[in-house]
């Protein structure tokens, strides 16, 4: 069985695939070329056009695919499943070099016998000078939760991975206690997931939609505390979600329903709480626990910035993607 949307999904990338051909022959003489992946359509693009203009050819892996779409019930046709697998591979042994953003994926790489010289690791990460970590977001705040005595922003995609229905759960156990649930971010989800709380009367959930890359630091900083979540499936354990960094670089508190080597960066670093995924209850603790504790969550908050700083700034990754490229073109 294969979903229609991905159905759709694919040939929208097959379109783009043809078209990014062709673009690219316009332009001038490139030193390399890069694809990324997913769609991992835009990688054979990117192939052969290094073919073509006799580049280097460097290849970005931003999600497993197609793994994820695998685990997460979308792609489900054996045969299409096997082509896909094989194109992957393909892809993986063409490229001069690889770059992920997340060290699980680097072992996964490795467990399909590529070369550790053939791998390179550029985390995600946010810019900590784009957040000032003391602003209160007053205006911002005054038009979505004027009354709320706690609020927690949810900033992202609203798609089948984010598991948004168990925040809708937890915003239900959360009714009338004075604490605010706010859903920036757009998705094919968003007018299901709206009528679910229209229905249920919840009046502590709002969608606020999708705000520019600019408008962030402001919404960041009208919340007392940053939510990532996903849906609990194996291969998302395998994710940096950028989402997280840019709650630390904020200095807002992470609460977390995302295991794996996110819940690392997490946890060690002191920037916030787990919870398991899919557990409504444990998040709704959770957010409670937060707003009773505001120091505590502060604390977690200038943690999780200097984090950022030091390990996950945005600034230091661009240089060290910038000599990445100038090796690969050097040699």
């Not at 793994?67 to 997460?72: G, P």
């Not at 200095?251 to 794996?260: E, F, K, S, T, Y």
Request: aromatic letters at 8%.
């Amino acid at each position: 069985m294969l979903h229609r949307s991905f159905v759709w999904r694919v040939a929208s990338f097959l379109g783009f695939m043809g078209s990014s051909i062709l673009a690219s022959l316009k332009a001038g003489r490139p030193d390399l070329v890069m694809g990324t992946s997913p769609p991992i359509f835009q990688g054979v693009s990117a192939w052969l056009v290094s073919l073509i203009r006799k580049k280097p050819f460097l290849l970005e892996i931003r999600d497993l695919w197609p793994e994820f779409a695998i685990d997460m019930g979308v792609l489900r046709n054996k045969t299409l499943i096997a082509w896909s697998r094989r194109l992957e591979g393909f892809l993986y042994s063409r490229a001069d070099h690889l770059l992920v953003n997340s060290p699980a994926y680097c072992e996964y790489l490795l467990e399909k016998n590529l070369p550790p010289h053939k791998i390179s690791l550029v985390a995600n990460g946010a810019d900590p000078e784009a957040f000032d970590p003391n602003a209160t977001g007053t205006a911002f705040r005054s038009k979505w939760a004027p009354d709320a005595q706690f609020v927690v922003t949810y900033a992202g995609a609203l798609g089948l991975a984010n598991d948004i229905s168990t925040l809708i759960e937890t915003a239900a156990m959360l009714r009338d206690t004075g604490l605010k649930i706010l859903v920036v971010g757009d998705g094919k989800e968003r007018i299901n997931l709206e009528r679910q709380a229209k229905e249920r009367r919840l009046e502590n959930v709002s969608f606020v939609g999708t705000v520019s890359k600019t408008e962030m630091p402001e919404v960041l900083a009208a919340s007392d505390a940053g939510l990532a979540i996903l849906k609990n499936i194996p291969m998302f354990t395998t994710t940096y979600p950028n989402k997280v960094f840019d709650y630390m670089a904020a200095g807002r508190p992470v609460i977390l329903a995302i295991d794996g080597v996110i819940r690392r960066v997490v946890e060690e670093s002191g920037a916030g709480v787990f919870v398991r995924p899919g557990d409504a209850s444990a998040l709704s603790a959770a957010i409670q626990h937060l707003a009773a504790l505001p120091d505590r969550g502060k604390a977690m908050g200038m943690a999780g910035r200097r984090v950022v700083e030091e390990r996950f700034n945005r600034r230091k990754q661009a240089s060290e993607f910038q000599m990445l490229l100038e090796r690969l073109v050097e040699r």
